[in-house]
C-alpha cells in the first residue's frame, strides 16, 4: 500500500503510521461499523463484525437486511473501527466496493477465520454459496477491498492515507 502522512491534519513533526500497523489493526478488531446508502440516498450505518483475509475486510448480512438492500443498488461503502477514546489509539475508515462472494474454497477459509477470532457461536456452514448458521437462514458474504483507508492516530495525531 502506497502511505501518505496528511500533514494539514497531523501534529508537527509527526510520521506516517504504517500500513503494517493499519493492517493489524483492522484484522484484530472486534467492531466494524458498515456505512451504506439507501436506495433514496439516505445513509444507513451499523456495526457488524468483520475478518480481515488477505487483503480485504469481509462481512455478512441476511439477504433482507437494510445493508443487504443498500448494496444492491450502490456497492460502494465505508468500514470504521477504532479505539472510541480521544487521547490514544488508532482509528480506521475503508472505503471500498462491497462485492459479494460465493466461490466455496473462499467461503470455506472466511467460516474458519469466524470462528478463529469470535469463537464457535459464530460458525457457519458454506452451502448455495453463502453462510448458513443453525439459528438462521442464508448470509451473504462480502468483500470489501480497500479502494482508501484513512487512518487517525491519537495523542501525536497524525493523519495518513493508503492507496493500493
Not at 501534529?11 to 493489524?24: C, I, K
Not at 470455506?108 to 448458521?133: C, I, M, P, Q, T
Amino acid at each position: 500500500m502506497e502511505t501518505h502522512l496528511d500533514e494539514r491534519f497531523s501534529a508537527p513533526g509527526a510520521t506516517a503510521t504504517p500500513w503494517e500497523q493499519a493492517r493489524d489493526e483492522l484484522a484484530r478488531a472486534q467492531t466494524y461499523w458498515l456505512s451504506t446508502v439507501r436506495a433514496d440516498g439516505r445513509p444507513h450505518v451499523t456495526p457488524l463484525i468483520a475478518v480481515w483475509h488477505e487483503r480485504a475486510l469481509y462481512f455478512c448480512t441476511g439477504p433482507g437486511e437494510q445493508k443487504a438492500r443498500n448494496l444492491e443498488t450502490n456497492q460502494r461503502c465505508a468500514l470504521t473501527t477504532g479505539a472510541s477514546t480521544l487521547r490514544e489509539g488508532l482509528d480506521l475508515v475503508v472505503e471500498g466496493v462491497a462485492a459479494q462472494v460465493s466461490g466455496p474454497g473462499l467461503l470455506h477459509a472466511l467460516a474458519a477465520a469466524y470462528v478463529a477470532k469470535y469463537g464457535e457461536e459464530w460458525r457457519f456452514e458454506v452451502r448455495d454459496g453463502a453462510f448458513h448458521s443453525e439459528e438462521g437462514g442464508p448470509a451473504l458474504v462480502f468483500e470489501v477491498a480497500p479502494d482508501k483507508v484513512l487512518g487517525f492516530r491519537k495523542g501525536d495525531y497524525a493523519q495518513t492515507r493508503w492507496r493500493p
